[in-house]
């Protein structure tokens, strides 16, 4: 049964202070890696998309890469308005059901 | 360009009644996919939608139902409501083709007492 795990459930930063946020898969082919935020009481906000071992991708202050087993979501000099839930899921086998993760609670204070 | 949007935004019924939720999507979009969220279990799939046909569905109880329009706004439906579907119900819109990024609405908030 495809999985996706993220770690760790919450972190908390101090502004400035940079980390990286994992999310392990196991799926039979990968058809594409989606990364979300998601602030309370909100729908999740699309942020990146993978396709392809190696491939990386930038917005702002988080760069979002893949392996064959896992993605990474690096934050870079955080600022309390990066605080929120991030997000990772895979599509199942039909490729039109998204596989979510339980997602990692990110706090950043000043 | 209009992003996904969602009504109405808070609901609560009482256990036994029945629910409809409406999600239009954004131009162009042709697929409506629903999800749930708890804090239980995260973000659940429910059922997908794309050209008024159901294309995909999830694990769940035959209580819960949808349906497209041909302007591909969708309609989900949820009979004899009990307790533990008390969730936030978020509707995502894509453009169709498996693997698309999917564009997610605010949700609808259901209070089941």
């Known amino acids: 049964e495809d999985q996706v795990t993220q770690s760790p459930e919450a972190l908390r930063l101090q502004e400035g202070e940079s980390s990286s946020l994992n999310c392990s898969y196991t799926?039979?082919?990968?058809?594409?890696l989606f990364w979300y935020r998601q602030d309370p009481g909100k729908g999740p906000e699309f942020l990146f998309t993978l396709y392809s071992a190696g491939e990386e991708k930038e917005k702002e202050r988080l760069k979002a890469t893949l392996t064959k087993k896992e993605s990474f979501l690096h934050i870079t000099a955080p600022k309390p308005e990066d605080s929120a839930t991030y997000l990772c899921?895979?599509?199942?086998?039909?490729?039109?059901?998204?596989?979510f993760g339980k997602g990692t609670s990110l706090l950043v204070t000043p | 360009k209009a992003g996904v949007t969602q009504t109405p935004r808070y609901l609560i019924k009482t256990r036994g009644q029945q629910v409809t939720l409406s999600c239009s999507p954004i131009?162009?979009?042709?697929?409506v996919s629903w999800y749930q969220q708890t804090p239980g279990q995260g973000l659940q799939f429910l059922f997908e939608?794309?050209?008024?046909?159901?294309?995909n569905k999830g694990n769940f109880p035959g209580r819960f139902s949808g349906r497209q329009f041909s302007n591909s706004r969708s309609e989900m439906n949820v009979s004899t409501l009990e307790l533990g579907d008390s969730a936030l119900y978020l509707c995502?819109?894509?453009?169709?083709?498996?693997?698309?990024?999917?564009?997610f609405g605010p949700g609808t908030r259901l209070t089941v007492l």
């Open positions: 131009s162009g979009h042709r697929s």
């Open positions: 995502a819109s894509s453009k169709g083709d498996s693997n698309n990024e999917q564009f």
């Open positions: 939608y794309f050209s008024e046909t159901q294309r």
């Open positions: 799926v039979s082919g990968l058809r594409g």
């Open positions: 899921a895979v599509p199942g086998n039909s490729g039109y059901a998204l596989n």
